[in-house]
């Protein structure tokens, strides 16, 4: 059974930085593509970023283009989420979520095609 914890979290305030890690267990982490996902207050989930199995492939939500950086370590079995110039609207708790069965070269963009979750990590952005 396959388990991610994710951390990183906190309070900062607003042009800062925050670096979330994602760490899987329980399974072969080079294997599942990952993605981060964020559910803001009152608000749905979102898609954030998300890495294929080899890391050749990546995709970011527009809104955090430029600013926010997805990358792995399969030898770590770790995914993070590095996040620059962060705003108050980024404010949200993060999620990690790792899909098996991907190809290679593949990533994905919905919640749905994930088929395990971390437990979320909160991050608050002040004005």
């Known amino acids: 059974q396959v388990q991610l914890v994710d951390s990183g979290g906190g309070l900062v305030q607003a042009g800062g930085s925050l670096r979330l890690s994602c760490a899987a267990s329980g399974g072969t982490f080079s294997r599942y593509a990952m993605g981060w996902f964020r559910q803001p207050p009152g608000k749905e989930r979102e898609f954030v970023a998300a890495?294929?199995?080899?890391?050749?492939?990546?995709g970011y939500a527009d809104s955090v283009k430029g600013r926010f950086t997805i990358s792995r370590d399969n030898a770590k079995n770790t995914v993070y989420l590095q996040m620059n110039s962060l705003k108050p609207e980024d404010t949200a708790v993060y999620h990690c979520a790792g899909r098996t069965g991907s190809n290679t070269h593949s990533y994905y963009t919905k919640g749905g095609d994930y088929d395990f979750w971390g437990q979320g990590t909160q991050v608050t952005v002040s004005s």
């Open positions: 890495i294929s199995r080899s890391g050749s492939s990546i």
